[in-house]
Nanobody, 127 residues
């Protein structure tokens, strides 16, 4: 089973940048998609960024497209989320996860297709 651990959150002013990291422990014989998600109080968890096993394909919702960049280093079992031009509405707990599901396009995947979750890391953007 894959277990992710997130780090790198914090408090930043609007317009600023943060870089989140996620290291996945455990093992599986199947390649896994990695994803970043966020959840604000009273709201459903939503996708922030997804990246395929080989890093060739990524997916972002319109709300973060052009501001966030996901990457991964398979040698280190680590994924990164570079966030720039942050807005107060980006404030949430950010989670990463891994999915070994096959046959799905990144665009069709939601947080329900992902397995183990870490504790998350708080990102707060002040106006």
């Amino acid at each position: 089973q894959l277990q992710p651990v997130e780090s790198g959150g914090g408090l930043v002013q609007a317009g600023g940048s943060l870089r989140l990291s996620c290291t996945v422990s455990g093992s599986t014989s199947r390649p896994w998609t990695m994803g970043w998600f966020r959840q604000a109080p009273g709201k459903e968890r939503e996708t922030v960024a997804l990246i395929s096993w080989d890093g060739r394909f990524t997916h972002y919702p319109d709300s973060v497209k052009g501001r966030f960049t996901i990457s991964r280093d398979n040698a280190e079992n680590t994924s990164y989320l570079q966030m720039s031009s942050l807005k107060p509405e980006d404030t949430a707990v950010y989670y990463c996860s891994a999915s070994i599901r096959r046959g799905l396009t990144l665009e069709s995947m939601t947080y329900k297709d992902f397995g183990s979750w870490g504790q998350g890391t708080q990102v707060t953007v002040s106006s």
